[in-house]
Structure formats: C-alpha cells, structure tokens
C-alpha cells in the first residue's frame, strides 16, 4: 500500500510539472506574437493579410487535431448560436489587437491588452458576481497606476501613439468579454478544442472576407512573408490553445491563469530582441506593477475559492 502511495504521488507531481510546463510554453509563444506580427509588417503585409493567413492554418490545423483525436463534434442549436457570437467577439478582439501592433512596441500593447483581467473583475463586481475585497481592490488599484505608468510620457520623451492605446484598452475589453461567454452554461459538455474549432470559424470566415473586400492578398506573396505566417498559424493559432486547454485539464483553471500572467514578460523580452525595442523605465516599472497586481489578483482568488 505505501509502494502504490508513492507512485500516486510521483504520478500527480509529474502531471502538475507538465501542466505548469505546458502553460509557460503557451505565454512563450502569446509572448512571442506581437513582435513575429510586427515583423510580418515590416515584411510588407497588411493587418488583414496577417490574420487570414494566420486563421486558415491555425484554424484547419485545429479541426485536424479535432477529427484526429476522434472528439465529439455535434453541438446543439443554442451552442452553435453562442458559439457564432463569440466567433465575431473574437475576431473585432484580434482585430483591434493586431491593429494595435502597427502603433505600440509588441510588449506594451500586451502589457495594456492584459487590463482584461481587471476588467473582468469590475463586471463581476457590478453584477454582484464577487465581493470588493480590499485584496482585490489593492491589487487592481497596482494594475491601474501600473497602467498609468506605461502611458505616462515625460517631457521630452516620445509619446505613444493614443490610437494604438485606444486600440489595446478595446482588445482588452472585448476580451474580457470573451473570457466572460466562456464560462457560460450553454458551454458545458463541450470540448475547450472543439469550442475553439467552431468558434474560430468564425473569424477565419470574416477576415478572408474582409480581405476581399479591401482588395488585399488572402495569402502571403515572398518566402519571408510565408514564415512569419507559418510562425503565427502554429504557433498562436494552434499549439498554444491546444497546451493551454490540455494543461487546465492537468492543472485546472485558477493555477494556470496564474502562471499564464508571465506572458507580458515573454512579450516584453521579445520585443527586445526580435524587434530591438527600447522602453523607458517608466514603462518597464508599470509593466512590472501590472504583473504584480494581475498575480497577486489571480493568487489571492485561488486561495480563497
């Protein structure tokens, strides 16, 4: 009996080491993504172009996953309807995010995208879902100054661009939005893979379209554009949704939302290298106060449920 104890014990440490694995992996390439989409600019594609290409692959790649692992794919009528709605939040989320990135360095358009979660806590708040904890109200009064800080241009110094905020600030509420619907009870039953292969459909479906009607490449038209898109389809688009959904069921919910805050940091280096961005230290502070609070937020919450 002690022998078969210890191995249940090997087993579960095992499986939370390759959940908390799988989730840092997943921040790596979300970190990752402003500066590759930043570069595929620089390449010479446009906002459209980027997203088309990179939901035809990420989202075909999906439902491949999908019919291979043989899960069920038969939805309701009211699922579908849901699942539809997320679909076009989703794609105005993307939209305005990736728009973002031709304005702001990758890892401050993050930084402000990653509010979400405070804005999530504010909803719940209003509708009565959760008490205003003084925890709670500490730590996103930090993301809040922390916000401030990033925004904050000293005299001298090179304002960032409003549009490009204006635009993170949107991600990030229809974001929370997102992460909101997830958690609805029309949702229940169904797989995390199979609710993102509908779900994608959607924006996969919009952008093409979109990119019709402006008259833009639906594809990518020199090798180098081609990589990036290669890139951004398996990277953001297929692996890290599927690690993050399979580490939730290892590691559940509330941990991997914790260990998921280090993308900004990931985003953060990766524009220092990828992109050779350069942000003040008054930037580099807010951004840390965001992470602080948002973990801190994410922590305090874990323990108390």
């Known amino acids: 009996m002690k022998t078969l104890g210890h191995r249940d014990t090997g087993g579960r440490y095992f499986s939370t080491n390759m959940g908390f694995l799988l989730v840092l992996l997943t921040s790596f390439l979300y970190g990752v993504m402003p500066a590759l989409t930043q570069r595929a600019y620089a390449a ?6 980027v997203l088309t290409g990179r939901y035809i692959l990420g989202t075909s790649l999906i439902w491949i996953f999908i019919l291979i692992t043989k899960k069920p ?20 989320c993307v939209f305005s995010m990736a728009s973002s990135y031709r304005f702001l360095p990758g890892a401050i358009a993050s930084l402000i995208t990653f509010m979400y979660i405070v804005i999530v806590n504010v909803i719940e708040m209003i509708m009565g879902k959760e008490k205003a904890r003084p925890t709670r109200l500490l730590c996103m009064s930090l993301t809040i100054v922390g916000l401030v800080a990033v925004v904050y241009t000293p005299t001298g110094g090179n304002a ?21 619907s997830m958690g609805a009870k029309s949702f229940h039953g169904s797989s995390a893979e ?112």
């Open 73 to 92: 794919v038969r939805v309701g009528a009211k699922q579908l309807g849901l699942m539809t709605l997320v679909g076009v939040n989703i794609f105005a």
């Open 160 to 180: 960032l661009s409003a549009k490009g905020i204006l635009l993170a600030l949107l991600a990030g509420a229809l974001y929370a939005v997102w992460a909101l």
């Open 194 to 305: 199979v609710m993102m292969g509908y779900t994608l459909l959607v924006p996969t479906f919009t952008n093409a379209v979109k990119c019709a009607i402006s008259g833009q490449p639906l594809l990518p038209d020199t090798p180098e554009q081609w990589l990036y898109i290669v890139l951004l389809g398996l990277a953001p688009g297929f692996i890290a949704p599927v690690m993050f959904s399979t580490a939730i069921r290892v590691i559940g919910a509330g941990t991997a939302s914790i260990i998921n805050t280090s993308e900004p940091v990931f985003a953060y280096f990766a524009g220092l290298i990828i992109m050779s961005d350069h942000l003040s230290w008054n930037a580099t502070l807010g951004g840390a106060l965001i992470v602080i609070g948002i973990l801190l937020l994410n922590i305090s919450e874990r323990k108390r449920r």
């Open 44 to 49: 010479g594609m446009t906002v459209e172009t």
